[in-house]
Each structure stands twice: as C-alpha cells, then as structure tokens.
C-alpha cells in the first residue's frame, strides 16, 4: 500500500533522477561565429590575369584565403592607416560575392513629387530588374546617407560636404554609394533597355568579376582632344560594381584628399564647370581604371607584352575582361549616338540609353560633340 510518506520519497527520487538527467545532458548556449570576409590582399592577389584587354584567361586563384579557418575580424587601430587603408578595412573586397540587387540614382526629387520628369526613364529600371531595390535618392538624403556609411571615415563626409558644385557631389555619390553597398548606379535620365543579368558574358563567371563599366567615347579622329578628355574615356553614368571594389576605393580616395586639400588651401571654391571631368568625372575616373590594369598589386604583368591602354580598346564590338572588370563596347552605354562605332538601340549589345541630358550643364554646353 502506497504510504504519504513513501510517496513522498518516491517523489523526491524521481525529481532527483530528472535533475541529474537534464543535467548532464544539455549542452550550454552556443555563440555563432560569424563569418570572415575574405583578407583583401588575398583576394587581390586571386586576381591575376592576364595583361592583354583583347585576352579571357581566368584568373589564377589563390587559395590561403579559403584555407584559413573562420573568425571573427580583428579590430585594428584606424588612426595610423591611410584614406585607402581605411576604406579597405571598412568595406572589404570580397570578388567572389554576388553583385548586390541594388539600383542608385539620383535627382532633386523624389518620383512621388509632382515635378520629377523623368518617370518613363526611371520606370524601365524597375521593370527590367524585378525584385532589386531600386532607390532615387535625393540631395538632402544624400547628406545623411553618407554620414550614416562613412561615420568611421569622417574625412570623407567631410570632403563631401565642402564640395562646392552639386555636380561635384554627384559625381562622389555614385563611387561612394557603390564603395560601400555595390549593386548599379545608373544617371536618372537612362533608360535600362536588357537587364543587367545580361551585362556580363554566360563565358565568363560572374564570381570572378567584380566591376563592369563602359566605353562612353572612341573618338578616332585628329582633333579629338578638342570634344573629349581621354582618347578613350570609360562613362561613369552607369557602372555596376560589388561593394569595396580596389578602383572605386582609389577614386574615393583621390577626391577626398584633393578637396581637403584644396579646403586647406582656400582654392576649392575656385573649381568651375568646366573642372569637373578632370576633378570628379570620366577623366578621372578613366585615369585610374587603367591604372589599375596596370598595377602589379593586381595584375601578373610577367608576360605582357606593354601597358594596356586605349589601343587595346578602340573600335572594340563586343564585351572584353581584363581580370576582374568587364569592359563593354560604346554599343552598350551608348546606343544611337550615330558616331564613334556606336550602334543602334536594337542591337543585343545595346544595354542602356542615355539622353545626354547634361542637366547640370548650361544649355551651350550641353550634348558636346554629337554628330560632328
């Protein structure tokens, strides 16, 4: 007969039993450890190719990076590093990511304000790429975007802030925005005629490019230097990039450095209109993509047989890669130009159309170059 009291020992038994049971059996919290982005030098170094923009060689891997057992970062001390060292720590370069599904543009107004004018435009954006984001960000948001990305590098928001022309700032938006969260930048006034899927070749893997931009003038005649900067100028109204790219890294840091510097001096108030592609735009931007082809941190320059320069890509038809950047034909940016080799909007090659607004640009000054 089953007794208070020996019920109560029965109790006290199977309590103890439990306990000692959960006891030993249960294992204590465990902490996920994220994952280490890859050590920028050592992607870079994955990515040697071969020197001739007319070559497709892979890439020859490099493989400490994918031996290295994961772990968290090491915070280092920022106030001994350079601008490009900064921004190499802040916004690592990882080339065999996914291109981010972003889509940037800016203007002065949102497209639910009743002056936006450029809704067929920006319409073709979102209707070529379902499921991007696609944001028009404006000049006052812009402002607190890049205090908001940059906090941890405030020289660059400082430059950003002093520079004195909008043009200027947005010419520093596209390479920050880009720098930071990758995905594509494009002018508001373009048209997206093929998905961006389409930009890069199916012959070419997309975790082996990082950069993909166009050729905005191929300007084959003598007096070419009168209508354009370079003999071969890349366009920077519409690049795709994954976020901490080496050359969006240099561009960033060359206009941050030369505006402070030009704010010590008293003179940045002096940059004109007529400054502005050499201090912000294609000029620059073209200077240092081939730069960047031929620099020896990123390229194996063992066998090649001169720089790369704009012979290697005048008169070119068809997309070529130069290690990790896909170059794309006038074609492509540049469809219906009429000049230049460039061909019509219906061409597979023709990938975005662009209205050559200049709206930044007094009228005189606008479509320099067209059809002469």
């Known amino acids: 007969m089953l007794t208070f009291r020996r019920a109560l020992v029965a109790a006290a038994f199977f309590l103890t039993v439990f306990y000692l049971i959960s006891s030993s059996s249960s294992n204590p919290p465990s902490v996920a450890t994220p994952a280490v982005p890859k050590a920028d030098a050592d992607v870079e170094a994955a990515k040697h190719a071969s020197t001739t ?23 280092q001390d920022m106030s001994r590093m350079t601008l490009y060292e900064k921004l190499a720590y802040q916004f690592p370069y990882d080339v065999e990511s996914k ?26 954006w979102t209707q070529q790429h379902p499921g991007f984001i696609h944001e028009v960000i404006t000049d006052k948001v812009a402002v607190h975007l890049i205090r908001l990305l940059y906090a941890s590098v405030p020289e660059v928001v400082e430059a950003y802030n002093a520079l004195p022309l909008p043009v200027l700032k947005a010419d520093f938006f596209r390479y920050l925005i880009l720098l930071a969260r990758g995905g594509i930048y494009s002018d508001i006034d373009t048209y997206a005629i093929r998905s961006a899927v389409e930009w890069i070749p199916d012959s070419v893997p997309k975790d082996a490019i990082g950069l993909v931009i166009g050729i905005e003038a191929d300007p084959d005649r003598p007096d070419w230097k009168e209508w354009y900067s370079r003999r071969i100028q890349f366009c920077q109204w519409t690049i795709q990039s994954k976020p901490g790219h080496p050359v969006l890294r240099e561009v960033v840091s060359r206009i941050t450095n030369a505006t402070l510097a030009m704010k010590r001096n008293g003179t940045l108030r002096g ?17 240092v993509i081939f730069e960047y082809f031929n620099d020896k941190r990123y390229f194996d320059m063992t066998h090649s047989a001169g720089s790369i320069d704009w012979r290697n890509f005048t008169g070119m038809e068809v997309s070529k890669r130069v290690g990790d950047v896909v170059v794309l034909p006038i074609t492509s940016f540049s469809p219906g130009v009429g000049q230049m080799g460039a061909k019509d909007y219906d061409d597979p090659m023709a990938f975005v159309k662009h209205d050559f607004e200049g709206t930044w640009k007094p009228e005189s000054e606008r479509h320099i170059g067209e059809n002469k």
């Not at 004109?272 to 200077?287: C, M, Q, S, Y």
Request: charged share 20%; hydrophobic share 30%; net charge negative.
């Open 99 to 124: 291109f981010p599904a972003y889509i940037w543009q800016t203007w002065k107004w949102t497209p639910a304000h009743s002056e936006f004018n450029f809704r067929d435009q920006e319409a073709t």
């Open 271 to 287: 940059v004109l209109d007529k400054n502005v592609i050499e201090f912000t735009g294609p000029a620059l931007w073209t200077d």
């Open 53 to 75: 923009a007319g070559t497709d060689k892979s890439p020859s891997r490099h493989n400490s990076a994918q031996q290295n057992p994961q772990g968290q970062r090491p915070i």
